[in-house]
Structures are given as structure tokens and as C-alpha cells.
């Protein structure tokens, strides 16, 4: 290491004055946290969803799973049954008419 850049290096960690591109990181963050990380998130859901998808019944059961809950295992909600919806449905027609 020459003895040029071992006099540059500490000044990029102080907490004096930062070059330019250190103000230029936080457009890139945000950038990262809203758009890049969310992609990133949905194309991982997606890739995990087709390989459940690719198991056979019996490999599903294994690991406690069927081929209707794959979709609620992904998003962490449990999985809505017909009786479930059937009460929702009752209960906001119920509001409406109070309303």
C-alpha cells in the first residue's frame, strides 16, 4: 500500500467533511428499499411458488403443506376456507344494513 493512499484512506471514515459520492448514496438507498428490494422480494415469492408447485401431493405432505396452502404459506395469511368466507360476507352485509 503506498503511503498516498494510506493517508487518503482515514479520511473517508472520519466525520468531517464527506466526498460527493457519499451524498449521492442515500437517492441510492431509498432506491433500493422501495423498488429494488420489493422486485427482489416478489421474484423470491414467485421462484419459491413454482418449486412448491413442482412437488408431488405426497412431498407437499412432508413438509405439511397441500396444494392449497402453498399460496398462504408465502404470504404468511392463513388460508381462507369457504365457511370463513361465507361469515365475512354475512358479517359485512350485517354492517351495511346498520349503516
Known amino acids: 500500500m503506498s503511503r498516498l493512499y494510506a493517508d487518503r484512506a482515514p479520511s473517508l471514515f472520519d466525520t468531517g467533511a464527506r466526498p460527493a459520492s457519499f451524498r449521492l448514496s442515500a437517492p441510492f438507498r431509498a432506491i433500493n428499499r422501495t423498488i429494488v428490494q420489493p422486485l427482489l422480494a416478489a421474484h423470491r415469492a414467485r421462484v419459491t411458488y413454482l418449486e412448491l408447485s413442482d412437488l408431488d401431493d405426497r412431498q407437499l405432505a412432508d413438509i405439511g403443506l397441500n396444494r392449497g396452502a402453498i399460496e398462504s404459506a408465502l404470504?404468511?395469511?392463513?388460508?381462507?376456507?369457504a365457511e370463513s368466507e361465507t361469515a365475512s360476507e354475512s358479517k359485512t352485509?350485517?354492517?351495511?344494513?346498520?349503516?
Open 75 to 81: 404470504t404468511g395469511r392463513a388460508p381462507v376456507s
Open 93 to 99: 352485509a350485517t354492517r351495511s344494513r346498520a349503516a
